[in-house]
């Protein structure tokens, strides 16, 4: 029954996570996306908070707090800040295929500082066929009627992207023992703080009561679906399948926000975008794979 729960959850999160780059990418059209992304982590980090300390959990101290804020600051400001901001100037489909494009920063992060990843061929071609991918991607729209700030948008979902490469990086070196929901309910409020300050200080601020209800509706979807639910659903596939299974939400999610942003937002969608995401997937792929296998021959040689 766990099992047929857990792929309940990775459906969940594979196509709710998918709908929420088109949800944002409505309530973009009338708030800034860094008001938007400041009230969505503000509640969704208040929930979570809220449920831990009623629980009995204490505050963090000093260090563990000091960790938090690095965290919140590469996560959730960074990275779901900007990516939020970025769809104002770039299609939903294309912001969610640069974020997929993480495991490849993360090998090539690894590789630069870290000496830990080695090139294997299947290394080298998954890097290929992400990079080319993308760029298939991105000529299509590039010479395609793009709305104003185009650039600026793929320069801001390329700066979330590696944002979210480094905190995945820091993250998987140094662990922190604090439950992840509970530290995921710290981060999220104190990257709301710093959100909200980014958008005042920007002039880029709507105040609350000036919201429509189009943007309410999208922000109740991405707390609810996009921060709560899917979340708790992501851990629990995480726990319960084989990583390989459990990663392919990571897969799905593009093609869901390039098919509904295509329906409901009459996003542009030619060949050459479906062909360019499906090949920048099977990059990712193969890259997350060669570092399975660089992984399990480790795992090997230590118990020997």
């Given amino acids: 029954m766990s099992k047929q729960k857990a792929y309940g959850a990775l459906a969940v999160t594979s196509i709710v996570w998918g709908t929420t780059w088109v949800t944002s990418k409505i309530g973009v059209k009338h708030v800034p996306g860094l008001e938007i992304a400041a009230i969505r982590q503000f509640i969704a980090g208040t929930f979570f908070l809220v449920f831990f300390l009623l629980k009995g959990y204490r505050v963090p101290d000093r260090k563990t707090f000091g960790w938090l804020v690095l965290m919140a600051f590469l996560m959730f400001v960074l990275a779901n800040g900007f ?35 080695r090139i294997t061929l299947l290394t080298f071609l998954g890097i290929v066929l992400g990079i080319g991918g993308i760029g298939l991607v991105f000529y299509d729209h590039a010479f395609y009627n793009h709305p104003e700030g185009y650039m600026w948008g793929v320069l801001l979902s390329f700066i979330a992207m590696l944002s979210w490469s480094i905190g995945t990086v820091i993250i998987a070196r140094n662990k922190l023992k604090l439950n992840p929901y509970y530290a995921t309910g710290w981060e999220m409020l104190i990257s709301s703080v710093i959100l909200f300050v980014m958008a005042k200080l920007n002039g880029d601020f709507l105040p609350i009561n000036r919201i429509p209800l189009e943007s309410w509706a999208a922000i109740s979807y991405l707390i609810v679906a996009g921060s709560v639910i899917t979340f708790i659903a992501f851990i629990y596939s995480m726990k ?34 479906l062909a360019g995401s499906v090949i920048t997937l099977a990059g990712v792929f193969m890259v997350n794979r060669s570092l399975r296998k660089q992984r399990a021959v480790i795992a090997a040689q230590q118990e020997n």
Avoid: C, Q, R
């Avoid at 640069?98 to 630069?112: E, K, M």
């Fill in 83 to 117: 990516a939020t901001l970025a769809l104002k100037y770039v299609p939903s489909g294309m912001a969610a295929l640069i974020a997929a494009l993480y495991p490849l920063s993360v090998v090539l992060i690894d590789l630069l500082f870290f000496k830990n990843t």
């Fill in 240 to 273: 319960h399948l084989e990583p390989a299974i459990a990663a392919l939400y990571a897969y799905i999610n593009p093609i869901v926000a390039i098919l509904i942003g295509s329906m409901l937002l009459d996003e542009h969608l030619t060949f050459k975008i």
